[in-house]
């Protein structure tokens, strides 16, 4: 990883000693591939041997270097199986003999905790969304050595909702590539691009903005607008924007296996709505040099007032449209905004330390593990 490995010399041998074997969700895999990729080649670079587990439905090809064995779970989509499965699962696990599991998603934390007992070993848990309080997690309080979350407003949500995990809460941002160049208005007389991920559930997410779309249309700026993504609320959304005259300006897209290349080649992102959830997306928008247009609330660490992004808000039309047009009139700010959000990711997220972190925490789990002899 040259320059983004400069901190693997401080793992040393200890890093080989651990084996970690990763519990992952379809949706894990989906929404955090990025982040997945970049964790499993550190690991493959720091020479350390990792399984993942992880459904037959998840596509993994893109992601999972060679030297990461991978183990289907279920084995057999079959409900009447689940003995077999389960059976099938921890003879696998027991010939690649893990000394710390990581589960990556909330939605994984039984099975987490089953096999921890099961392989009396001490697990990690990341919590990538904000927690609420009649919707426990079920965390084991003897096994389960650390909580990673990727942002501050998760941790301080996370010792809220489990007091008595607080001193095991870490915080570790999640890392990425930054460009070196950006294309955010870098060519004149293009059409302007603008790029949006949030998910179409509820078609009330949407209508400040598209209204505020219109209004700029009608002031005649040209622009597109990409909404890449789908949800139960797709057909309302569409229905909407025929009403408001917008499809030959907005466009629907499904998360395509390209999405990089279309954050890249956008001139803003836009964060609508607040998200309860750590945006991936948001953070890969950043890298690529894409000036931000998004709202406070929710996960919005990376959400910085005139550094990494302007600020609007998602409850007022003429809000959205002032900060839309300001970016649309003055390139400079934006490619200011987009230099700005890169900076702070060189600075905040790189994957070398991202993965010296998580290595360090699975020693430091370990460690304390066999100094308690717990079982």
């Known amino acids: 990883m040259s320059g983004e490995q400069r901190d693997s010399a401080l793992n040393g041998v200890k890093a080989k000693s651990v084996r970690p074997a990763l519990i992952a969700s379809a949706k894990t ?3 955090y591939s990025i982040f997945l990729k970049h964790l499993l080649v550190g690991f493959a670079a720091e020479s ?74 001490p697990y990690v848990l990341t919590v990538n969304s904000l927690q609420k309080q ?72 949407f209508e400040n903005l598209f209204r505020a779309v219109k209004h700029l249309a009608i002031d005649r700026y040209e622009f597109m607008l990409v909404m890449m993504g789908n949800g139960a609320g797709e057909r309302q959304v569409r229905k909407l924007l025929t009403g408001l005259g ?25 964060r609508p709505r607040p998200s309860t959830s750590f945006n991936p997306l948001l953070l890969e928008a950043m890298s690529a040099g894409t000036a931000v247009a998004g709202c406070e609330g929710g996960v919005d660490d990376l959400i910085i007032a005139d550094k990494t992004a302007v600020v609007f808000d998602p409850e007022d039309e003429l809000s959205i449209r002032s900060k839309l047009q300001q ?13 700005g959000a890169q900076q702070y990711l060189r600075e905040n997220h790189s994957v070398s330390n991202m993965v010296s972190a998580i290595l360090k925490t699975y020693e430091d789990a370990q460690g304390e593990w066999s100094a308690g002899g717990s079982t």
Do not use: M
């Not at 607080?166 to 060519?187: A, K, M, P, Q, W």
């Open 327 to 339: 970016l649309l009139d003055r390139p400079e700010l934006a490619r200011g905004i987009a230099a």
């Open 134 to 205: 009649w919707q426990q997690v079920s965390i084991s309080s003897k096994r389960c050595a650390r909580i990673i979350v990727p942002a501050r407003s998760i941790a301080a949500n996370v010792t809220k909702v489990y007091p008595g995990f607080t001193d095991r809460v870490e915080e570790i941002s999640i890392g990425t590539f930054v460009s070196e160049s950006s294309n955010c208005f870098g060519e004149s007389g293009r059409l302007a691009s603008l790029v949006t991920t949030h998910p179409l559930d509820n078609v009330e997410d």
């Open 29 to 31: 895999v989906s929404d």
């Open 246 to 270: 917008l499809p030959q300006i907005v466009t629907i897209v499904p998360k395509l296996g390209l999405w990089q290349s279309l954050l890249a080649a956008g001139d803003i992102f836009v």
């Open 48 to 121: 350390v041997p990792t399984t993942l587990i992880c459904g037959t439905d998840c596509g993994i090809d893109s992601i999972v270097p060679p030297s990461v064995e991978v183990v289907r779970h279920p084995a057999f989509e079959i409900p009447l199986l689940w003995r077999q499965n389960r059976r099938i699962l921890l003879e696998r696990l027991e010939k690649f003999r893990p000394t710390i599991l990581h589960c990556l998603c909330e939605s994984e934390a039984s099975l987490a905790r089953r096999l921890s007992r099961q392989l009396a070993l």
